[in-house]
């Protein structure tokens, strides 16, 4: 069973910066894709940003810019940095990582962001 532990999340200003990490169980070079998804209270769970073993990356248009998404599968760990945070970044934020198969998906257990005005 692959687990994801999530970390680094936390308090930030408006305009402040944070680092999310994702550290899996297993080889990060078995998963074909690893990406961030958030959830705001009484909202869906939406994509932030998604990086695939070949290095190409999505981004939700909403963060464009400002965060950046990077794998280091030396560390086994996802990274998600976040700057120029604004008050509607804040979310629980998951990883999510996909096996090549491209069925087998596995879920971290969430880190709070919180951007204050």
């Known amino acids: 069973q692959v687990q994801l532990v999530e970390s680094g999340g936390g308090l930030a200003q408006s305009g402040g910066s944070l680092r999310l990490s994702c550290a899996a169980s297993t080889s990060s070079s078995r998963f074909y894709a690893m990406a961030w998804y958030r959830q705001a209270p009484g909202k869906a769970r939406d994509l932030v940003a998604r990086i695939k073993s070949s290095g190409g990356t999505t981004y939700a248009d909403s963060v464009k810019g400002r965060f950046t998404i990077a794998r280091d599968n030396a560390k086994n760990t996802l990274y998600l940095q976040m700057n120029s945070l604004k008050p509607e970044d804040t979310a629980v934020y998951y990883c999510?990582?996909?096996?090549?198969?491209?069925?087998?998906?596995?879920w971290g257990q969430g880190t709070q962001v919180t951007v204050s005005s």
């Open positions: 999510k990582a996909t096996l090549f198969n491209q069925i087998s998906t596995f």
